[in-house]
Nanobody, 119 residues
C-alpha cells in the first residue's frame, strides 16, 4: 500500500499563493506516477496536475496551466503543488493520488486538504 498524507492547505486571499505537500510511505515512491486532484462542494473531482515517476514529465489541464506547478522530490518521498494567483473558484479539497505506470487509474489517495480562497 502507498500511504499518502497531504498538508499545506488553508485560507488565502484571492491572488495569493499556497504550497501543498504530500508525503508518501509504504511503497517505493519513485516507481509511481503522482497527481493532484480537487473536489469542490457539489462538483465532481477533477485533475489539477500530474507528474511522471522521474519528474521529467508534467501535465496540467487548462484550469491549472500557468498558475500551478507540480514537482516531486523522490529522495524525500514527497510531491508538491505550488499554487499561485489563486482564485475563489480554486476553493476545494485537494487530494494527492498515486498509481503505478502500468495502471490506468489512480488507486492510492490521501485524505485531502482544504484550500479556501476568499475574494
Amino acid at each position: 500500500q502507498l500511504q499518502l498524507v497531504e498538508s499545506g492547505g488553508g485560507l488565502v486571499l484571492a491572488g495569493g499563493s499556497l504550497r501543498l505537500s504530500c508525503a508518501a510511505s509504504g511503497l517505493p515512491f519513485s516507481n509511481y506516477y503522482m497527481a493532484w486532484f480537487r473536489q469542490a462542494p457539489g462538483k465532481e473531482r477533477e485533475l489539477v496536475a500530474h507528474i511522471s515517476d522521474t519528474g521529467n514529465y508534467q501535465y496540467y489541464p487548462q484550469r491549472a496551466k500557468g498558475r500551478f506547478t507540480i514537482s516531486r522530490d523522490n529522495a524525500k518521498n514527497t510531491v508538491y503543488l505550488q499554487m499561485n494567483s489563486l482564485k475563489p473558484e480554486d476553493t476545494a479539497v485537494y487530494y494527492c493520488a498515486g498509481k503505478h505506470p502500468a495502471k490506468n487509474e489512480y488507486d492510492y489517495w490521501g485524505q485531502g486538504t482544504q484550500v479556501t480562497v476568499s475574494s
